[in-house]
């Protein structure tokens, strides 16, 4: 997660990017090498 210009910017395990302006919304993806197993823990939570 980062921010830019203010705005929440998050990247999940699965390659896709997300950012927060008024919900949540995709704006971009990323190449996740191989298949994606396993669990993960959420580092950060937002409340709407």
Do not use: K
């Amino acid at each position: 997660m980062t921010a830019v210009d203010g705005t929440l910017v998050a990247a999940t395990h699965r390659g896709t990017v997300m950012e927060r302006d008024n919900g949540w919304q995709v704006v971009g993806t990323f190449p996740v090498p191989g298949e994606v197993t396993g669990r993960y823990t959420p580092v950060a939570h937002v409340e709407p």
